[in-house]
């Protein structure tokens, strides 16, 4: 089949779904997926139930629906795969980080008033790359890298560069040399990198407690975090770290710290949580091209920790929605940054992209090296023995304890060795995703019927919908629904657009 005739079967099945009576109901019934390019579809029945009952109202079937189908969106939250997802997941990230500065969404309003620092976690240097760097007063762009002693470094490539890169260079992130480049140290770094945010969660929150003992209270921490791929294939975390005092008899209570504690205090404390906090890796046997390494490495946060105190008096210059939006903006981004992007990969697959004359192709590489298991046939019993847990020759027990620590390498090769969520916050924290997506749907359902019901109606439970449903494809039937589902989305962009520039002009 041409590419004209494709095109000509697409327009033909527009038209024919356009001109069909029922067109009207079945932009309704894909209303919630509308958007998105490749939606899941389900069969089965769906089931309204009584909450206090467990009684079953009605049963709906999806035969009775238009396609047959129930339309449900991918909820993929990286832009360059689908947008209207990412778009969905970047509102919900939003809207979490700013309910834990301002409250609201069951969060209290008093968070308001709590210290909280905007921290940003970066790694450590695993050999100079290329940079860009702005003057904040003049805007003139910074030579790359200006060194006094031109020298060369033992394989011969300069350590020093003259240039002034534009933002879109495609050098940026790249080794100076890629020989003296510490590749493996970086794929296991980005490997290991939740758990160093993990253990120095820990250790600020010991600080704080032994603080709170001074004044006599209970403080915690609570933070909401997204990571950022950097342009050598790094990731650092934005996070927003805000301090809180316990009710010991009511464990739910968000209450506000000591008057006399503030925000300077808590950016004291996270530097230096972030400079004591460090984790040393389980051992590896090597492979052929990396050397064996009995110790580990050592994961620890580079000097480059930037903290922004938000402080709520006059003269900010940071407000906590500019937080919340800077912060949410990198919820949807994902490797595309380094050049980048593909699918996990497998053996079929990886020789595609695990090329050693570029950057990233080189760091996919040595993933995928440091992820062989030295546990599969014919590895030799000296390198093997380097994962057998103290007290026990239980090769099972080896190859498990394998797949939780350097065995992901491979699994999240196409993401540069980094297998955590990207955005993540703690449990007393603000509201769930679920939460801001219940009360939005409600909202506008109510809206759509014409109601005029406050907010503090939303929570109400009336009846339970229960699916039991099987999945039967993803995608739209044809090209001609795809086409009409993302001109119907992009109204309904349009449409809501107009509606807040016109409520901010009233």
Known sequence: MTATTSLLDARSATLERAADRDHAQWLQHIGTAA?????????????????????ILATRTTATMPDGVLYVPCGNRRADVCPSCAELYRADTYHLIKAGL?????????????????????APSFGPVHTRAVEKKSGRIKPCRIRRAMTLCPHGKPTWCSQRHHENASCLGKPLCPECYDYPAHAVWNAFASELWRRTTITLRRLVARLGKHHGATLDVSYGKVAEYQHRGIVHFHAIIRLDRRDPTDPDAILPPPPNITSADLDQFILDAARATAYRTPPHPGTDDIP????????????????????????IDITEEMVA????????????????????????????????????GTLIATCWDLGANP??????????????????????????????????????????????HFTTKSGRYGPTRKTIRRVYQRSQQILRNGGHRTAEHLDEDTTLIVGDLTYAGIGWLTLG??????????????????????????
């Not at 009995?294 to 003269?315: E, H, S, Y």
């Not at 795809?482 to 009233?506: I, P, V």
């Open 35 to 55: 958007g998105c390019t490749q939606p899941v579809r389900l069969t089965g029945r769906l089931h309204t139930i009584n909450p206090d009952t467990g009684d």
């Open 102 to 122: 301002l409250g609201g969404k069951g969060t209290p309003e008093t968070v308001a008033s709590h210290p909280a620092v905007f921290a940003t976690f970066t």
């Open 292 to 315: 064996a390494r009995p110790d580990g490495w050592l994961i620890t946060w580079g000097q480059q920790l930037v903290n922004r105190p938000l402080t709520r008096v006059g003269g």
């Open 325 to 360: 939006g800077y912060v949410a903006k990198y919820a949807t981004k994902s490797t595309e940054t380094t050049g980048h992007l593909s699918r996990r990969l497998t053996s079929e697959t990886i020789g595609r992209y695990a090329d050693y004359q570029t950057h990233t």
């Open 375 to 420: 546990h599969d046939p014919g590895t030799p019993d000296d390198d093997r023995a380097y994962w057998y847990p103290p007290g026990t020759t239980d090769e099972a027990i080896a190859r498990q304890q394998w797949q939780h620590t350097y065995g992901k390498l491979r699994r999240w090769a196409h993401m540069l060795g980094f297998g955590g």
């Open 481 to 506: 629904d795809a086409e009409l589902a993302a001109t119907s989305a992009a109204k309904a962009r349009e449409y809501a657009a107009t509606r807040k520039l016109e409520r901010h002009a009233a």
